[in-house]
T-cell receptor
Framework: GAVVSQHPSRVICKSGTSVKIECRSLDFQATTMFWYRQFPKKSLMLMATSNEGSKATYEQGVEKDKFLINHASLTLSTLTVTSAHPEDSSFYIC?????????????FGPGTRLTVL | GDSVTQMEGPVTLSEEAFLTINCTYT??????LFWYVQYPGEGLQLLLKATKADDKGSNKGFEATYRKETTSFHLEKGSVQVSDSAVYFC????????????FGSGTQLTVLP
């Protein structure tokens, strides 16, 4: 149980285009999803916290107009990288927290490797 | 604010050796503590967790005990295998309503046959 999927797993795009990454909780409902960015051989950097039906909360230094997050349902959150540039190339990982009660365990997706040419 | 300090890597061991990866934390309130493992090119997998002092999390031969007095959550395994080669992250969950995770820097483990 508690499986989180991400799509696509890898994407290559040209500079200036937009890319959408989907994060789905497959067998549970997730009221809260998180988006992380991981640089090579580095730890995860939290970008934003996404709650179903409300606006995402972005961490300091993360441009909300560039990284658009939508959490339209209890099983789906999307991250859109708008007007991508080579410096946006990274490994993007989402996680989902189970709904209801006291739960602080996050289940992670397999990640999406974004390369911007 | 919350922080996690993790043993610097990389760590290289021979198969069947004993593993310890140190992790200490600073947090307000009573956080939950986690170990996550990341295999090459993949996302993170929850390895084990502990939610209160003196709890011991265990999974796949790995263990970690929540030590409030020393603010530590060291990861141990008695006999490592080649398949344990991965990056290990210690993390804590904040006590706020968002319960965001704060990660340590990660420790690369390589087990040689």
């Amino acid at each position: 149980g508690a499986v989180v999927s991400q799509h696509p797993s890898r994407v290559i795009c040209k500079s200036g285009t937009s890319v959408k990454i989907e994060c789905r909780s497959l067998d549970f409902q997730a009221t809260t999803m998180f988006w992380y960015r991981q640089f090579p051989k580095k730890s995860l950097m939290l970008m934003a916290t996404s709650n179903e039906g409300s606006k995402a909360t972005y961490e300091q230094g993360v441009e909300k107009d560039k990284f658009l997050i939508n959490h339209a349902s209890l099983t789906l959150s999307t991250l859109t990288v708008t007007s991508a540039h080579p410096e946006d190339s990274s490994f993007y990982i989402c996680s989902a927290r189970t709904a209801g009660g006291y739960s602080d365990t996050q289940y992670f997706g397999p990640g999406t490797r974004l390369t911007v040419l | 604010g919350d922080s996690v300090t993790q043993m610097e890597g990389p760590v290289t061991l021979s198969e069947e050796a004993f593993l310890t990866i140190n992790c200490t934390y600073t947090a307000t309130g009573y956080p939950s503590l986690f170990w996550y493992v990341q295999y090459p090119g993949e996302g993170l997998q929850l390895l084990l967790k502990a939610t209160k002092a003196d709890d011991k999390g265990s999974n796949k031969g790995f263990e970690a005990t929540y030590r409030k007095e020393t603010t530590s959550f060291h990861l141990e395994k008695g006999s490592v295998q080649v398949s344990d080669s991965a990056v290990y992250f210690c993390a804590l969950s904040s006590s706020g309503s968002a319960r965001q995770l704060t990660f340590g820097s990660g420790t690369q483990l390589t087990v040689l046959p």
